[in-house]
């Protein structure tokens, strides 16, 4: 169980760092980091609110793998959240494919569908993580 947290967090991360460069060049330059349109949310950027879920489970997990916190409980936030976030992300994606615009730019794809692809890592290793017996403290 520890072994799908520890491996599910360098995701969790991963979202984060790109979430979060995202969310800090939107704020300060009031555009997009990659030049592609912004999708909002209730009149917030997506990246937002992807920053927001994944900075839950940094949280949660950092605080499983340190000891504070329990690591099954890490990991079925981790599964709830993941799936809002493919949700989130793939409504933006459908919305992206019917404007033609989820393919091309500097990334080749969208941030979204690059968020989507994280999101599915997570849920994936959060589901066969939490599905593993925890094995006791040596």
Do not use: H
């Amino acid at each position: 169980m520890k072994r799908f947290l520890a491996i599910t967090f360098i995701f969790i991360t991963a979202g984060l760092a790109f979430s979060g460069y995202l969310s800090i060049v939107k704020l300060t330059s009031g555009s997009c980091a990659f030049g592609e349109q912004c999708p909002t949310f209730l009149g917030y950027p997506a990246c937002w609110y992807g920053f927001a879920m994944y900075f839950l489970m940094f949280a949660m997990t950092l605080q499983a793998l340190t000891g504070a916190g329990r690591m099954r409980a890490a990991l079925l936030t981790d599964v709830f959240v993941a799936f809002v976030g493919l949700i989130f992300s793939g409504s933006f994606i459908v919305q992206e494919i019917a404007a033609n615009a989820a393919v091309g730019g500097p990334l080749a794809l969208s941030t979204c569908v690059y968020g989507f692809a994280c999101y599915l890592a997570i849920l994936i290793l959060s589901i066969v993580g939490a599905n593993k017996p925890q094995t006791p403290a040596a």
